[in-house]
């Protein structure tokens, strides 16, 4: 079973929908969890860190369940500059040692 | 700022050559790690360092060597390149705690034919 588990998609959506991604992982000692956005040929980049206690930002919000071992990313009014894949990134310790799932792609058309 | 700097972007080598790329970072950050990336896995983690002189083997070492004798510096190096080694690789960097972002350099396309 992999460390991070995502859905790959690809979510091809109309400009203006909302779009949730899932995200689950296997290891209980993870310490931080975060979404990372990557375009295409592109580095990864940080796109928010994941609270217990749910986080925010403006259009995006993410939240964290440490019960079931589940991440979720919700994007709401989508544009056409969020097509990407949106990866799911989880801290197991040691320094910043992060595991990557394979990420979720995104498609946001007009 | 530079942030973190990959060189090659491109490389294409043949079976059995043997290669180093090259990453730097400019922002004080003692933790550093190199990933392959193939379709459909996600990021893996080959090597990575917690400082200077300090390093580790992450979840794909084999074919792979590192080292780590400046905080600025984390060369990766390609023992004896084989087409399993076709793929694409980042650097990154970050503060080494957690609930920091990661930085990533720009990625080495490499083939090997």
Redesign the interface.
């Known amino acids: 079973r992999k460390e991070v588990e995502q859905d790959p998609g690809p979510f091809n959506v109309p400009e203006g929908a909302t779009v949730a991604f899932n995200c689950t992982y296997s290891n209980s000692a993870s310490q931080s969890f975060f979404w990372y956005r990557q375009d295409c040929r592109k580095e990864p980049k940080l796109l928010m860190s994941v609270y217990s206690s749910g986080n925010e930002d403006g259009r995006f919000t993410a939240q964290l369940n440490r019960a079931s071992q589940y991440i979720s990313l919700l994007i709401r009014d989508s544009k056409l500059s969020d097509s990407a894949t949106y990866l799911c990134v989880v801290n197991i310790g040691y320094g910043n040692k992060l595991v990557f799932g394979a990420g979720t792609i995104l498609r946001v058309k007009s | 700022n530079a942030g973190v700097t990959q060189t090659p972007k491109f490389q294409v080598l043949k079976t059995g050559q043997s290669m180093t790329l090259q990453c730097a970072q400019d922002m004080n950050h ?2 550093m ?1 190199w ?1 392959r990336q193939d379709p ?6 080959i090597h ?1 360092s ?1 400082g200077a002189g300090i390093t580790d083997q ?1 979840e794909v070492p084999n074919g792979y060597n590192v080292s780590r004798s400046t905080t600025e510096d984390f060369p990766l190096r390609l023992l004896s390149a084989a087409p399993s080694q076709t793929s694409v690789y ?1 650097c ?1 960097s ?9 930085f ?4 080495t396309r490499l083939t090997v034919v």
Request: no cysteine; net charge neutral; aromatic share 22%.
């Open positions: 003692e933790y790690s990933y459909g896995m996600g990021l893996r983690l990575y917690v992450g980042f990154a970050s503060y080494s705690r957690v609930n920091t972002e990661a990533f350099g720009q990625g």
